[in-house]
């Protein structure tokens, strides 16, 4: 069990997500442009093509889409981070953001 406030858990695996899901936008442009080798030692990767029939809304004429009686409303929760301070996550370091080179004397 993590000795973190649920907060900062959620703020560092929100990090996490995102720098797993960039990884994962580089690896997806080098198999589908075919730089990448699609074979490993244990898994290999298929790229298909899907072929899907989708809805255009943009077809329907004006007064359906200006039309109330076909919408609806909807309600949802959304969990929102914010930064609650101005102040570094733990004293005397800068915020992940910030360049800290300031903060560290060489050793000669």
């Given amino acids: 069990m993590r000795n973190i406030h ?4 959620l703020a560092q695996i929100r990090a996490e ?7 994962e936008a ?3 442009a080098g198999f589908l442009s ?6 490993g030692p244990t898994h290999r ?8 029939r989708v809805f255009d809304k ?3 004429p004006e007064a359906i889409l200006q039309n109330p009686r076909f919408y609806r409303d909807q309600v949802s929760a959304q969990v929102v981070l ?14 992940a953001w910030e360049d800290a080179g300031d903060l560290v004397d060489l050793c000669h």
């Fill in 45 to 52: 990767v298929c790229v298909e093509q899907q072929r899907a």
């Fill in 34 to 39: 075919g730089d990448s080798p699609c074979d």
């Fill in 82 to 95: 914010e930064l609650a301070t101005d102040e570094p996550a733990l004293p005397g370091f800068a915020p």
């Fill in 17 to 23: 997500i995102r720098q797993l899901q960039a990884r």
């Fill in 58 to 60: 943009t077809r329907l």
């Fill in 26 to 28: 580089e690896l997806r």
């Fill in 6 to 9: 649920p907060a900062e858990e």
